[in-house]
């Protein structure tokens, strides 16, 4: 091999691409960040760019965080938690439990080992309390077997369940509190199955525990075990939980930007997986004002959750791509120069190698090591020269590739084949572990030399994604699975006592090998481990893999199985598919409670889907499996079938069902389920304007949430009591209510919640007539909702903005802001919320004298309204138009809108029927109708009053008082 290096020694044909790369990082360094894609062909050199920009930020003394997603990788948060390395724990969410103390005890109730795990805070007293009662248990159980092995027994002691299994010379046992987990059980026996395996050292026992170093070391690992926890998902809302880690990443960014500006590398997005990209959208949107960078790359149109979030983010205008072309017949000839600076190469080659390469760089570099590997280039009294000018260039970077890795010798193609069934990164201890090698670190090192792979201490990757998918899919089936199988044991052996630790891993290896069992088992792990971690998606990959293997090889399915996957595209909001496997399992299941209860959750989602004569379909035929059954099914059903009435308005039914549901869960004691029930009831109540009753109820939920802990719930409880206060005008209540909701939202990292209820306190400021104080908490609920994403949110915070400047009389500052409310309700299709803002317009324009503005954006109104329908909007639309063309003296046209209008108002019993009779009197005023307009201003001073707006009340009072003169 010539010597010379394998990458180029400077960058070609890309001057312009790496000027806007450093343009962006002068840019950040400067406060201003941003988040750029280079996106382009594989090979098309967009990792030499990152290559080059890493040097630029090294040089300049910057933080440089990289990660990179995997093709066949479902690892939730994958690409950040790679990057974040230490920081990765933010993706780690997942609740575990323990065995809180071990014992080994023989038959007759002799201590052998004992080990903890430190979970307990368990004093010697109780400790040897319980220590007693297991080993009465044990005695009495011996005698009662006859010296033959029993099943597992259990008691309870205090708040704590111990779990007994009896083998041969061992009783193993097991002390924990809380729930069991399923896998508890099986642990417990597989243990006392491993230390009973050499009866030899149970019958030279002395007595001493000294003696017993491998039961000791056999348990002390189980002790260490930990248990997941499966998180219920069902009522989850998803892009709260999201939006809350996607936060705690940004600020994990911004901590770092205190010591040095932060370039992060994000590789591979194509591949990236959906949890990921969310976070990436969240990050785009907020690092504006940091010294953060985010580079990422991709390769167009090879990933379908990718290419949709992309399309969001350019129209939000987070992210901008840079688009890497072919490189021409120059850039080509720079590399091949810069790769052989003195050579006598003829110009055809230099052609030809252009052509055929179709401006591909990796392609060029492959075909040209290829060439030398071949003897056709060759050196020759220090310049090179081409030995055979007729060449054969492979059809595709992928073949030449392919090409390279022929050349490696037979330990070094099969390491790199086993490595390739890992990833694109992989560790090398893991690929070490390979059997069928005798000197593998060898092989790694060859792969190395080849350029092949790149090694970095412990962890090594391949040098490029061809690399590595050439290297995959080259090989038989029959191999993968067995690679696949080795790997899988491999952890299975090193992570024995923190399995959970790889779970992933295991999934994926397992179920590509014809491990069929163990496939099944930990991909139904790795399912639950990522509904815990908030990712839906890879959670339903996992179970449809394991429901796969199951069809595959006659296992029975599990009912349970395929109820998670609805409960899963239920959160995802796959409606269809969640119905569709709700109804199979409805259909398998022979429980009656379960089929009900199956039904309601085919209600939710109807309900979701605002389809609620489906919904109220599906909660009867639950509720009619349960015809004299007291149970929490029948009030899960009667609490749903409530909802979905009070949603569609029928406030009567929807209390008369609901009274029903909490006669049954006050029976059952059921204190989650009542604050349920009481919430909804209350807000039932509020829509129907009983305040008092509304509050008595939300009162009973609140208490009843507090009890058991549902911070959620009382979240929702304690914002909707402010929302009652506030429409009884009771405003220094709903304030500190309000307040409350804001600490709860912010205890749970709900942003979106946070942001409601600022908005509902700039509200309560503004029902006082308080602009100054309402303007605040209404720029934080804007700032807010444009960091989540909830553009909907910011443009209604903008209009309410706008009310708090129209009552401060600052008319100009008032159109700026309207005119930002009406912008994003254009670019993301807001059609209700912009006519509030072209009406907003139009009354400001009045304000502002600018008259034919006002009457412009009253036209927009209407025409708005009468496009989706909305008399309310309609209502509005008609009398800014009848006020604009009173303004400018089109009074016979000002009275046809302002007619069109009270028809509508006066059918809704709409809240500005005081507006429009107070431009009815200033009309019948202007054209000289004493009485009339007299008549209508009284009206409209009587439904101020009954709102006690006194600002209004004084305005038509005056406008009485002059007519009275």
Not at 223 to 239: G, H, P, Q, T, Y
Not at 366 to 385: K, Q, R
């Amino acid at each position: 091999m010539l010597d010379h290096p394998t990458l180029d020694r400077g960058l070609f044909g890309r001057e312009i691409e790496m000027g806007q790369l450093q343009q962006c990082l002068d840019d950040m360094t400067a406060g201003s960040g941003s988040t750029i894609l280079i996106s382009g062909e594989a090979g098309i050199g967009k990792t030499r760019l990152i290559e080059e920009l890493i040097s630029i930020a090294s040089n300049e003394n910057m933080d440089i965080l990289s990660g990179s997603a995997s093709e066949d990788s479902l690892i939730p948060f994958q690409i950040f938690s790679k990057a974040l390395g230490d920081d990765s724990s933010l993706f780690q969410d997942q609740e575990y439990t323990k065995f809180t103390e071990i014992f080994a005890v023989d038959s007759a109730g002799l201590l052998v080992g004992q080990a903890s795990s430190g979970e307990g805070d368990m004093d010697a007293d109780i400790f040897a309390g319980m220590l007693s009662a297991v080993q009465g248990f044990i005695r009495d159980s011996f005698v009662n077997a006859g010296n033959k092995r029993s099943g597992l027994g259990r008691l309870e002691y205090g708040d704590m369940t111990i779990l007994i299994e009896h083998g041969e010379h061992l009783f193993l046992t097991a002390v924990f509190k809380g729930s069991e987990h399923n896998d508890m059980r099986t642990s417990l026996k597989i243990c006392l199955e491993i230390v009973e395996a050499d009866d030899q050292i149970f019958k030279d026992w002395s007595g001493s525990m000294g003696e017993m170093k491998q039961v000791q070391d056999e348990i002390t690992l189980l002790a260490e075990s930990k248990f997941m926890v499966r998180r219920d998902i069902e009522n989850i809302n998803l892009d709260d939980e999201r939006i809350r880690i996607a936060d705690e990443v940004l600020a994990s960014l911004q901590a770092r930007t205190q010591e040095k500006p932060l370039l992060l590398i994000l590789e591979d997005l194509h591949w990236a997986d959906e949890s990921s990209l969310f976070v990436l959208n969240y990050l785009a949107r907020n690092v504006g004002l940091e010294n953060i960078l985010i580079v990422g790359t991709s390769r167009p149109a090879e990933g379908e959750a990718f290419e949709a979030k992309l399309k969001i983010m350019k129209e939000e205008g987070t992210i901008s791509e840079l688009a890497l072309d072919r490189l021409g017949s120059d850039g080509i000839t720079s590399i091949m120069n810069d790769l052989y600076p003195e050579n006598s190469f003829p110009s055809t080659f230099y052609e030809d190698l252009s052509s055929q390469c179709e401006g591909n760089p990796l392609f060029v570099k492959e075909i040209l090591w290829h060439m030398e590997e071949e003897g056709d280039i060759s050196e020759s009294n220090g310049t090179y020269v081409l030995e055979r000018v007729s060449i054969n260039i492979p059809s595709s970077v992928e073949g030449v590739v392919h090409q390279r890795l022929q050349s490696l010798d037979l330990d070094a193609m099969t390491l790199a084949e086993y490595a390739s069934c890992m990833g694109k990164e992989f560790n090398c201890d893991v690929v070490c572990s390979l059997p069928s090698i005798v000197d593998p670190r060898m092989a790694l090192s060859n792969l190395e030399s080849s350029g092949i792979i790149v090694i970095d201490k412990e962890n090594a990757e391949f040098t490029h994604a061809i690399f590595h998918n050439v290297t995959y899919n080259s090989m038989t089936d029959r191999w993968k699975m067995a690679y696949h199988k080795s790997i899988g044991e491999y952890y299975e052996s090193a992570y024995k006592s923190r399995v959970d630790d790889v779970l992933y891993d295991l999934a994926r290896h397992f179920a590509n090998s014809n491990e069929h069992r163990k496939a099944l088992d930990y991909c139904i792990k790795a399912g639950e481990k990522a509904e815990s971690t908030f990712a839906p998606e890879q959670a339903i990959e996992f179970y449809r893999k394991a429901l796969a293997i199951s069809t595959m090889r006659n296992y029975t399915p599990s009912i349970n199985l395929q109820e998670r996957l609805g409960d899963l595209y239920s959160v995802t909001g796959d409606f269809d598919d969640s119905i569709g496997i709700y109804r199979a399992v409805s259909e398998a299941s022979d429980d009656v409670s379960h089929r009900a209860n199956v039904h309601r959750k085919i209600a939710d989602v109807f309900e979701k889907k605002s389809e609620f004569d489906s919904g109220k379909d599906e909660c009867n035929i639950g509720l009619s499996l349960l015809p004299d059954n007291i149970s929490i099914e029948k009030t899960k059903l009667y609490t749903t079938l409530g909802n979905i009435e009070m949603r569609k308005g029928d406030y009567d039914e929807a209390k008369s069902i609901l009274k029903k549901s909490l006669d049954i869960a006050d029976k059952l004691k059921n204190k989650w389920e009542l604050g349920r029930i009481y919430h909804i009831l209350g807000s039932t109540l509020l829509y129907q304007g009983d305040y008092d009753g509304a509050l008595n109820n939300l009162q009973k939920a609140l208490d009843h949430r507090r009890e058991v802990n549902d911070i959620s719930g009382e979240s929702a409880t304690v914002n909707n009591i402010g929302n009652v206060y506030a429409r009884k005008g009771e405003y220094k209540e709903a304030l500190e209510y309000y307040e409350i909701a804001i600490e709860v939202a912010k205890k749970l990292g709900n942003k979106m919640g946070e942001a409601n209820t600022l908005a509902n306190i700039g509200s309560v400021y503004l029902g006082r007539g308080e602009a100054d104080n309402a303007i605040p908490y209404l720029e934080q609920s804007v700032s807010i909702e444009k960091q989540i994403g909830d553009m909907r949110g910011a443009a209604i915070s903008l209009v309410n903005m706008n009310v708090a400047y129209y009552i401060k009389e600052e008319f100009e500052r008032a159109i700026e802001i309207t005119t930002e409310a009406k912008d994003i309700c254009l670019k993301y299709d807001f059609k209700y919320i912009i006519i509030y803002c072209y009406n907003g317009l139009c009354e400001l324009n009045l304000k502002s004298g600018k008259l034919d503005n006002a009457l412009e954006n009253a036209k927009l109104a209407l025409e708005v309204s009468q496009e989706i329908k909305t008399k309310d909007g309609m209502g509005m639309s008609y009398l800014n138009l009848g006020t604009a063309y009173m303004a400018q003296d089109d009074l016979d046209t000002s009275e046809e809108n302002l007619q069109m209008s009270r028809e509508i108002m006066e059918e809704l019993e709409h809240n500005q029927l005081s507006d429009l009779y107070y431009n009815f009197g200033l009309l019948w005023k202007k054209k000289g109708d004493k009485s009339q307009s007299i008549e209508f201003l009284n009206m409209s001073k009587e439904k101020y009053e009954k709102m006690g707006d006194q600002i209004n009340i004084d305005k038509v009072q005056k406008e009485l008082d002059e007519l009275e003169k």
